[in-house]
């Protein structure tokens, strides 16, 4: 059996689960090893009965002893086993459905533990479906740690666990391809034994270090592959002939008619560009220009404008005669940059067709797409992964965009790259990271870095508040909505998920609309989603026929609402600051002042001190350097920047001093032996092989 063996070919799955799987992105073995867990638990301690009310609303572990047997009555289409206690003055009831058994397993005269959450029904305190342990059994099982994972609806934690372990030993995992030295050198962890730790740890100390292990591997595999693709695209000659910059001519009317459109769109523009715009569209200009084809990465906090720079620079290549693709993360994103542009066409009478392709499209409107992308040789083309799929074919491409960069892997920076002859590259990034790790990451490419934010943009105004305020909030909702505005939500979950307590959104958005009046709309919005559904939803808000969103972080990426002065964001202290920033960076986009309220729901004066950088600055370089500071390289177990870059584990932020020993060592390695092809490298090469095969198979996915 192999990683690349399908799923399904594991004992006991068949064709309704391992659709399942599929669901969750697990194809193959290997990739079940790689569903990380996501969190940790660790049992709570044992509570006696009579001191059950500290624990309301929360997962505990009660002792119990039985006075009387369990009562089990005929409910609807099941049997219910109740078990009624009491301690001094406390009442508590336990109930069991289809477990009628237990009558005979909860003794008399016999001590056990029920773990549950705890509820309260009256007077008497409530606990449905606990598991049950004898004392001795819970005790020994308090010190371990317990994986929770993604999961996905009809796919339970212990049919997940048993899979993954059922693949820990069907694999032979012991050949390690990093070399000993290397391991040695920085106290790495042999791979077999990080993979069994990350996922069923022995203690926090193994748990600790196999997660650096598998993180350094990560870092090391991206910069490794990203060093070989520079090895490639270094010095590749540019083949694409744009006029000069500046046209001179005596003559007024003759000078106005060659200036180039970039310039006559600016000049008509209803703002003026920053400096930092500028010097930027002036870098990419002279890019696309130069002797060798352009590779650049634009850094620009949210809010910097890097949307215009993208079309100045599209719109270059269309004067030319010459085609451009912007790739976008998500559809709705992709719409929006199609509707963009298409008014900026229509704004400055500019005749430039602009084509649109994303998955949701019929087979019959791709045909269409694909038509008009062969016959229009310098047409806008903008999308998501779509741009990227075999039957996507360009004419006369020079100029591929990817806008939130970090969203994207190496591999499809390259399959876009591919799509043309050899096109000029321009990736761009909202995700603020400190310039030193911009460097390492984005080794192949040259960095320009947009750090103004346009005048007419009121700062954001923001508060970080704790739950006996969410009323307060609530109120200030209302008022805005009042004035017309519209206001996001955002919360971490999608549905309710076990063992963890946190804000969901679909039981969200039915809290709020109880809170709102009957005339505001409220809708919710999630990854899980299908794309139309999401795209309506969005245009909806749009057009201000939603006046509040509850959302996940899928609304995080670029989306443009200037009504919308209101981002509360619930559970804060679940969310990395950068991704905090991002959202904060949805709101004031239009002339009215715009506010983020973050409601931190813990105690923990670490989650305050963290949430407070976010009320000190704007500036999301600022943010992210103070985050850094505060979390350390050593913070093994803290919050993560959700779906930065390709990493599963890595978080550029707290494992920062990884991501440079993993640099310096791909770096060696590269400068030993630039395309791995020595004996004594041929465990790495197949590796790095596999590493970008998988990306190219998500691609296609």
Known sequence: MEKSSGIGTLKGIGAKTEQLFHNLGVYTIGDILLHYPKDYDKLPPITPLEEISSCLETTAAIAVRIDKAPFVRAGRNMQVTSLAVKAQDVKAEFVWFRMPYLRNTLKVGEWFVFLGKVAQKGTVFHMEQPQIYTPEKYESMQNCLWPSYPLTAGLKKNRLSQTIRQALEELDLSVDYLPEEVRARHGLAEYNYALENIHFPENETALEQARKRLVFDEFFKFILAAGMQKEQMEEVPNSFVFPPLHMETENPDAKKQEKAWADLVMEELPFCLTEAQKRTLLEIRQDLRGRKVMQRLVQGDVGSGKTIIAFLSMLDAAQAGYQSALMAPTEVLAMQHYQTFTELFERYGLKIPVILLTGSLTAKEKRHVYERMQLYHNAMIIGTHALIQERALYDNLALVITDEQHRFGVKQRETLFLKGSQPHVLVMSATPIPRTLAIILYGDLDISVIDEVPARRLPIKSCVV?????????????????????????????????????????????????????????????????????????????????????????????????????????????????????????????????????????DSDKAKKRLEILNKSNDGFFIAGEDLKLRGPGDFFGIRQSGLLEFRLGDIYQNADLLKLASEEAHLLLEEDRKLERPEHEKIRAEISTYLNRQAEIVNL
């Open 466 to 602: 704790g739950k006996k305020s969410r009323n307060t909030s609530y109120e200030f909702l209302r008022k805005e909505i009042a004035k017309g505005r519209q206001a996001y939500v955002i919360c971490p979950l999608v549905e309710e998920s076990e063992g963890l307590e946190a804000e969901n959104v679909t039981d969200y958005a039915e809290k709020i609309k109880q809170e709102m009046p009957g005339n505001v709309v409220v809708e919710c919005l999630h990854g899980k989603m299908k794309s139309g559904r999401k795209n309506l939803i969005m245009e909806q808000f749009a057009r201000n026929e939603i006046q509040v969103l509850v959302s996940t972080t899928v609304i995080e990426v670029g989306v443009n609402v200037p009504n919308a002065t209101v981002m509360m964001i619930e559970d804060a202290q679940r969310f990395g600051l950068a991704q905090l920033h991002q959202l904060r960076g949805r709101v004031g986009r239009g002339e009215e002042q715009s506010y983020c309220i973050m409601v931190n729901t813990t």
